[in-house]
Nanobody, 123 residues
Framework: QGQLVESGGGLVQAGGSLRLSCAAS?????MGWFRQAPGKERELVGC????????YYADSVKGRFTISRDNAKNTVYLQMNSLKPEDTAVYYC???????????????????WGQGTQVTVSS
């Protein structure tokens, strides 16, 4: 663990799709995707446990976003469909450093953070 690198952000029209990737330098456990819009606090978008069996989504993205992971590649994905202008934000991936088998919902539970990738949805 230690280093997380996000990619896949960009500009898309409302109704479009993007897939974000988060590549870790080593093995990861519970992972989360957060976002921060201008003037707003960072919020949890969704999270996934170490083996992908358990997932959580914020109500605002449920049914539109999907988190998945490929542990062989130490990579977590965020597939975003039916994007809305209110999804515009900087998206961050985060990794927990413990082997807890469940989900982490709070920022302080995560030990490693990516640099963020901008997602802009135009109306």
């Amino acid at each position: 663990q230690g280093q997380l690198v996000e990619s896949g952000g960009g500009l898309v029209q409302a109704g479009g799709s993007l897939r974000l990737s988060c590549a870790a330098s080593g093995r990861t456990y519970a992972m989360g995707w957060f976002r921060q819009a201008p003037g707003k606090e960072r919020e949890l978008v969704g999270c996934i446990n170490w083996n992908g069996v358990s997932r959580y989504y914020a109500d605002s993205v449920k049914g539109r976003f999907t988190i998945s992971r490929d542990n062989a590649k130490n990579t977590v994905y965020l597939q975003m469909n039916s994007l809305k202008p209110e999804d515009t934000a900087v998206y961050y991936c985060a990794a927990a450093g413990d082997i807890y088998s469940g989900l982490h919902y709070l920022e302080h539970e995560y030990d490693y953070w990516g640099q963020g990738t901008q997602v802009t949805v135009s109306s």
